[in-house]
């Protein structure tokens, strides 16, 4: 019994250091962070129009699309579509989301397309989308903003964000605010 | 694509240039030397243990120590299952998300208790921020007893006869407070300021750009994240795990995550070396663990970054590989990388979802926990380990025909047993959960209180990968690992049941094991090394070891890969 009562308040102060204090001074660090540690956030015109890192839903055709999520991008309740690489239900999928892509993009071949637009991201709130995949978009936002095709096209190259390692990509939502502000 | 593997290749070289001198302070802080930290922890746990009424300096023999350890463990099992059992009404619950069913938090509480982190449930919707906080902490401490049960090895292992064997509490706490506690900050702070929130405000409301209402989740996350890596927990925040944008927010986060959970593991290799002031032997073992991760990675990466087949055919392209499942900032090399760290190093954390990596990927994560000896997780990596080199030992004993003695300790029949039970339970509780679970599925079982409806409903994905999906759960589980083909449903009594008894017997069994046998192996007399001694330090004891890990898997678990991802594979050629 005495034993018990050593190793429970060997529990509760080991509990203090670990589950109180640490938390608590990394909370104390992030006050210095972007934000305050709360996430960084977009504001368009003073109001906040969403996370820089979480993906948001672009279904409209004057946006840039994202990619596919198998939680329709619900922040609130991440995850993957875990299919299998052979479920057939998944593979006919996959050639569905590439037949509207053609539909929507008349003027695509199938090889332009790049695979992760028609593939669901790990966390369903994927922010990013390759190179690739904005700009086989640019010709049909261009038609429907009524914009030079061009300056969609460079729109969409001065964000790609390109590091020494690891692969290149669009932030969805950082594009679409920069859209809305094209003339 | 080049870059990627460049990525790849930098953080594995950085990962061991650092565990050297890494090793060496965690030698020093087990050797009870001065280190850098002393003046702030030493008065701390000083009045730790003085008002718990604990003797740090007591020597206690084997015995003791796992008396200490299972007991300690006991109450941390109570403690957590019932605040997971009454979270929903405990306070810091800002987005009132439910107490927990009694099997969840039964499967919860054990798998945090024994740094697994299977978790049966979603981050966001399932836990509240104190039931968070409760499992960080078990992240913590649970990590620190594999660390203290690998130091009362590491002292067993000593040139001499004897049945002190140090202190468990003392070992404990050192590991926690010396080691994990401060590189958990460091990766924390490097979280936060890249973006991973940390903050006690709940979910928050936003109109998007195109005019939608989500909420956001976030919580007090960076810390967490932190530890679930530098602990190899790998229990995730958000439901996602390291996928979420949040939780893994950029390609450099991402690279410290990987370096944090590969680290200690590394170390703890090297600190081997120290502590007996026996490199060699340290650098061996490294080298083969090296040497079957890699074999374990090269295929996976391989695989990834050529993408679906079943995809190519429908003509599109696939430059930056099988996509789904992962992430874009990620992409298929490192994503491939991570997936098999995280199952050879027992972390679980994922940073693109299993169940949709290509088959071949499949295999090797599966393969990377049932060996479940390159590497492993926090302490006990070492552990498991060290049941291959008492086989290995025995047998090449047997070959040259000299007494198996390993570091100056004869090898005899308990031992061996000890040993040979250890390495036969791994398979055999992956090989029954599965047979069970695949039976019923097979049979399309209703399943009454067990689960709702019948046995297929628990698959998400039909054919060899639905068996991948069940065999995957049953091995992730057997080797404490965490993580999952997670479109399995696998919130419900059944699966919550049976894995959590996985869970447990192969924590602490595989702990008792190696504890026995040092322990037992400490008492005997002292034979200094001879011309007739066997070297365990030489290229030649490393090989065998790793022909004895791996016929031990091929022959246990050959039959069980052909059936799930090898048959996937050749269909999808």
């Known amino acids: 019994m005495k034993n018990l009562f050593s190793l429970l308040k060997l529990t509760v102060f080991t509990l203090i250091l670990f589950a109180v204090i640490y938390p608590l001074a990394i909370y104390g660090i992030a006050q210095l962070a972007p934000n305050q540690g709360k996430g960084e956030t977009i504001s368009v015109n003073g109001k906040v129009v969403g996370y820089q890192k979480i993906g948001q839903k672009f279904d409209k055709s004057n946006y840039f699309w994202g990619r596919p999520s198998a939680v329709d991008y619900n922040a609130a309740g991440s995850a993957g579509s875990n299919k299998g690489p052979s479920n057939a239900d998944y593979l006919a999928l996959v050639q569905k989301r590439i037949d509207t892509l053609l539909l929507v993009h008349p003027y695509l071949k199938k090889s332009d397309i790049p695979s992760d637009m028609v593939t669901a991201s790990g966390s369903g709130l994927d922010p990013n989308i390759s190179p690739q995949g904005a700009l086989i978009q640019v010709k049909r936002i261009a038609k429907e903003r009524k914009l030079d095709e061009e300056k969609v096209k460079s729109l969409v190259e001065s964000k790609i964000n390109s590091a020494v390692v690891g692969p290149e990509t669009v932030n969805v939502l950082e594009l679409n605010v920069a859209l809305d502000e094209l003339r | ?189 490097a979280l936060v300021f890249s973006g991973t929130p940390m903050t006690f405000e709940g979910k928050d409301a936003i109109t998007t750009l195109q005019g939608d209402h989500v909420e956001v989740s976030r919580g007090p996350a960076a810390a967490f994240i932190a530890i679930k890596h530098i602990g190899t927990n790998g229990g995730g925040f958000f439901g996602a795990n390291s996928a979420h944008p949040l939780e893994n927010p950029t390609y450099f986060t991402n690279g410290v995550e990987l370096w944090a959970q590969m680290i200690i593991p590394f170390a703890m290799i090297f600190a081997l070396g120290f502590y007996l002031n026996k490199r060699k032997l340290s650098n061996i073992i490294f080298g083969v663990m090296t040497v079957g991760f890699l074999l374990l990675v090269v295929p996976t990466v391989m695989s990834e970054i050529n993408g679906n087949p079943a995809i190519e055919k429908m003509g599109i392209a696939q430059a930056t590989g099988a996509m789904e499942g992962k992430e874009v900032r990620f992409g298929p090399a490192i994503s491939g990388f991570w997936s098999i760290a995280t199952t050879v190093i027992s972390t679980g954390s994922v940073n693109s979802m299993h169940d949709s990596s290509m088959p071949m990927s499949g295999a090797m994560q599966l393969l990377s926990m049932m060996v479940n000896a390159f590497y492993g997780g926090c302490g006990v990596g070492i552990l498991n380990y060290y049941v291959f080199i008492i086989l290995a030992v025995f047998i090449s004993g047997l070959m040259v025909g000299r007494t198996p003695e390993f570091l100056g300790k004869k090898i005899e029949a308990r031992e061996v047993k000890i040993a040979a039970f250890i390495a036969i339970l791994h398979p055999l509780l992956i090989l029954s959960g599965t047979a069970l679970a695949s039976y019923f599925a097979a049979h399309d079982t209703a399943m009454g209180y067990w689960f709702n409806g019948n046995a297929t409903g628990w698959l998400n994905n039909p054919g060899n990968h639905g068996f991948s999906e069940m065999l995957y759960e049953y091995t992730s589980s057997a080797a404490n690992n965490g993580s999952g083909f997670e479109g399995l449903g696998d919130n419900n009594p059944f699966w919550n049941i049976t894995t959590g008894i996985v869970l447990l017997l192969s924590r602490f069994i595989p702990i008792i094991g190696p504890l026995a046998i040092a322990g037992l192996l400490a008492g005997k007399k002292y034979i200094p090394e001879s011309a007739g001694t066997l070297k365990t330090d030489t290229s030649i004891f490393g090989i065998m070891t790793f022909a004895v890990i791996a016929i031990i898997a091929a022959l246990s678990f050959f039959p069980a890969l052909a059936l799930g991802p090898l048959a996937e594979f050749f269909t999808l050629k």
Request: with cysteine; hydrophobic share 50%; proline share 4%.
């Open chain 2, 1 to 189: 694509m080049n870059t990627e593997l460049l990525g790849v290749i930098g953080i594995f070289i950085l990962t061991i240039v650092l565990a050297i001198p890494l090793g060496k302070y965690i030698a020093k802080v087990f050797l009870g030397d001065k280190t850098l930290l002393d003046p702030i922890f030493n008065p701390i746990e000083k009045f730790i243990f003085k008002i718990s009424g604990i003797n740090s300096a007591e020597e206690m023999n084997w015995k003791q120590h796992l008396k200490a350890l299972l007991s300690i463990n006991m109450v941390w099992f109570f403690l957590c299952f019932f605040v997971l059992l009454f979270q929903g009404s405990l306070p810091l619950n800002p987005d009132n998300n439910p107490s927990m069913t009694p099997d969840l938090a039964f499967n919860t509480a054990i798998s945090f208790l024994v740094n697994c982190n299977l978790q049966h449930y979603s981050g966001e919707s399932g836990v509240s921020y104190l039931s968070q906080i409760v499992l960080m902490f078990l992240q913590f401490v649970s990590a620190g007893i594999g660390m203290a049960a690998a130091a009362m090895i590491f002292t067993a292992m000593k040139e001499r006869t004897t049945e002190k064997l140090g202190n468990f509490y003392n070992y404990f706490i050192k590991s926690c407070t010396r080691i994990l506690l401060p590189l958990s900050a460091i990766v924390a702070v």
